[in-house]
Each structure stands twice: as structure tokens, then as C-alpha cells.
């Protein structure tokens, strides 16, 4: 989780939506048994795993390169060290790897995904979502410092250079597509980026709810065909050999 997630000090509606589909995925795609270990990569102030607390009683851990926000996620009671998603080291595997929304912000982003693989369990799962379609590019991506959106091609070239395997795909943010790219538009318009920015409060109660809705028809299987965003549960390949 970023800087860029949040609204003064408050993790904005996307975000905790998203929150509430991770708890969903964990539970359908983890080993049932306890205690887990937990890695959050990119962790922002610890708000996800904060959030999490509230459904299982892992062990949760966090990795961010910023270091105010690793003190904010130690007041949240998360074991938090600053680092980098490329070459941080622990020596420790984890059961669930979260890397949600971090990707983008990374320029070798092979070898942030090797790098985690090394910190996987040989069961565990890790858990990515990165932002799609190059139409979508807007001043928003340049302010919050993304390096690129993804597409499918890429992203599956991504993970399998990296030695992973998806068993679980989908596209996240479907129903609000048409909308995110027309304000993403006007995002680029000098002279209407005001008026685009006043709209973000007013519709975004309207837009919780309707991700809500699409967060249950994903875990029906539910296939989009388009979204904002791509989710991912990814696996090891075994006995891979990294390129």
C-alpha cells in the first residue's frame, strides 16, 4: 500500500474495498491452519494488515521504503522494517505475500517478484494487483510516481520470467471502467482537473458499494473482460528455473 492510497491519513474507498476482497481471497486460497505468516510488501502505514488483524490471528510483518510510514505501522502493532521491494532480506518464508499496488512503482519489477519468491513458503501464496491498460494513463499515474500500467500479455510474461504461476485471475474494477477513464480523461485536462478532483468524494460511496457487489461475483468465477485493475494469486512453479 502506497502514500498515494490514502486521504488524509485515511485509506480511500478503493482501498478498503480491496481490503475486504484480500480477506475473501486469503480465505479461499490459504492453507486452512494456523498460526500464518503474513508479508506485506510496499505496507504504506500498515492499514491492510491492520485490517486483517480483525479476521485471523496470523503473524504479520511489513516491508516499506519510507520510513515515516514504517513508523506508522509499528503504532498499529505491525513488525515493520524499512526496505526496498527488490533487495530487502529476511531470514524468514512466509505463508501469504501481498504486493498490491506496489509493481507499478518499481522499474525492475522482475526482480522484486524474485526477490519475494525467496521469501515464500513452498505452499504459501502470494497475492498481487497492479493497475492495467495504457488508455488509463493519466496525470494521476505521473503524480503518484507509477512507471507503467500493465497489460495481460505482459503481466503473464511478468510472472512466469519470475517463476511464478497465477491459479487465480481477475479483473477488479469492471463496472467503474467507463467512469475511471472518463475522469481519468479530465484528470489531463488542465482547466477541468479541479472540477474532476471535486467529484471524488461525492461518488465515492456510490463506487464502494458497487465494487462490493463485483468483489462477490469474482469469487463466483466470474470472468470480466476488463477492469481497472488485474488481482492475482500466484503460486511457486516448481522446480522453476529463473531466466
Known amino acids: 500500500m502506497l502514500k498515494s492510497n490514502y486521504d488524509e491519513g485515511k485509506p480511500v474507498w478503493w482501498a478498503t474495498v480491496r481490503s475486504e476482497l484480500i480477506v475473501k481471497l486469503i480465505r479461499k486460497f490459504a492453507r486452512p491452519r494456523s498460526p500464518q505468516t503474513v508479508l506485506d510488501v510496499g505496507c504504506g502505514d500498515g492499514s491492510v494488515l491492520s485490517y486483517l488483524q480483525k479476521f485471523f490471528r496470523y503473524k504479520y510483518y511489513g516491508i516499506e521504503k519510507d520510513k515515516y510510514l514504517v513508523g506508522l505501522a509499528k503504532t498499529k502493532g505491525i513488525n515493520c522494517i524499512k526496505g526496498r521491494a527488490e533487495t530487502f532480506r529476511l531470514k524468514k518464508k512466509f505463508d501469504i505475500v501481498l504486493l498490491l499496488d506496489v509493481l507499478e512503482h518499481i522499474e525492475d519489477d522482475k526482480k522484486a517478484l524474485i526477490n519475494l519468491l525467496g521469501h515464500l513458503d513452498r505452499n504459501g501464496i502470494i497475492i498481487i494487483t497492479v493497475p492495467m491498460f495504457d488508455i488509463l494513463w493519466s496525470q494521476h499515474d505521473i503524480t503518484v510516481g507509477h512507471k507503467r500500467r500493465y497489460n495481460e500479455k505482459r503481466i503473464n510474461e511478468l510472472l512466469l520470467n519470475a517463476g511464478i ?39 465515492g460511496i456510490i463506487f464502494a458499494n458497487i465494487l462490493r457487489v463485483e468483489n462477490e461475483l469474482i469469487l463466483t468465477k466470474l470472468n470480466f473482460p476488463i477492469g481497472v485493475s488485474l488481482i492475482i494469486v500466484c503460486k511457486k512453479i516448481s522446480n522453476n528455473k529463473k531466466s
Request: aromatic share 18%.
Open 165 to 203: 504461476k497465477p491459479v487465480f485471475k481477475s479483473y477488479w474494477n469492471f463496472l467503474l471502467f467507463l467512469p475511471t477513464l472518463i475522469f481519468r480523461n479530465l484528470q489531463n485536462i488542465p482547466h477541468l482537473k479541479k472540477d474532476a478532483e471535486s467529484l471524488k468524494d461525492l461518488f
